[in-house]
């Protein structure tokens, strides 16, 4: 089941290169094609699961909407302000901009569990990043238009939110350092049960250097006994203190 869901990703990052290809201009603004379940059952599970109810002192059963999105649809638009918080129980998602020449950007990709929205929800700023579904998505909603009031005085959920939000400041240091340490951290970050399956040319996007640099710095880490590689953009983790000391 876990390779069938990698190669499923890989194959959505393959539709977003795609289409990289051929977007010269800001995609178009509009409306989300978020589906709402009733599936109290289902909420449950996936809040337990997560262990989300530490982060808040809301009751997140009762307060959030569980939505779920298909692969390709748009969660947020850049430069939109989006009055909901969105925990990303299962799937995945891929943070997007466009340049002013109209070229299409890999930020980052989102797994779950994850959250999003919390600059423009809880300080009322434009979102930076258009975010996309890879892959089908369900989220737990919270709107600010709702509880607003009530999380900007829970501080169990704001000292979450500052220590989230600092975290990926940091994440974002590694863009300064050299591509082996920027790919270990990377590396690491997105590994799932000890393997790295990511798809290179949107891997070299994200990290913001060529292809040929990216699979030449990954062969030397298999070189080195630090990875293996198993498939398909796909390896497996050997050696955990040797990525961690790049």
Request: aromatic share 8%; with cysteine.
């Amino acid at each position: 089941l876990a390779s069938s869901a990698a190669s499923d990703v890989y194959k959505r990052q393959e539709i977003w290169l795609h289409k990289k290809k051929t977007i010269t201009f800001a995609p178009s603004k509009g409306m989300f094609a978020m589906i709402q379940l009733n599936d109290p059952a289902l909420k449950r599970a996936l809040i337990e699961k997560h262990h989300f109810q530490e982060h808040f002192s809301l009751d997140l059963e009762k307060c959030s909407v569980l939505l779920r999105c298909e692969a390709g649809e748009t969660l947020c638009h850049s430069g939109e302000i989006y009055p909901k918080i969105q925990l990303l129980a299962d799937g995945a998602l891929i943070a997007s901009s466009v340049s002013k020449s109209g070229k299409l950007h890999c930020e980052l990709q989102y797994q779950s569990p994850n959250i999003l929205g919390l600059t423009s929800a809880l300080w009322n700023k434009p979102a930076i990043n258009t975010i996309e579904a890879l892959t089908p998505c369900l989220c737990l909603s919270l709107s600010l238009d709702l509880y607003g009031e009530a999380l900007h005085q829970d501080t169990k959920f704001l000292n979450y939110a500052c220590l989230y939000l600092a975290e990926h400041i940091r994440k974002n240091f590694i863009h300064y350092e050299q591509l082996p340490t920027r790919l270990a951290q990377f590396i690491l970050r997105e590994q799932k049960d000890g393997y790295f399956g990511y798809n290179t040319r949107l891997c070299a996007d994200v990290l913001e250097t060529s292809q040929r640099h990216l699979l030449r710095t990954l062969r030397s880490f298999c070189d080195r006994g630090i990875l293996e590689h198993v498939g398909r953009s796909r390896y497996r983790i050997l050696d955990v203190s040797k990525l961690e000391a790049q």
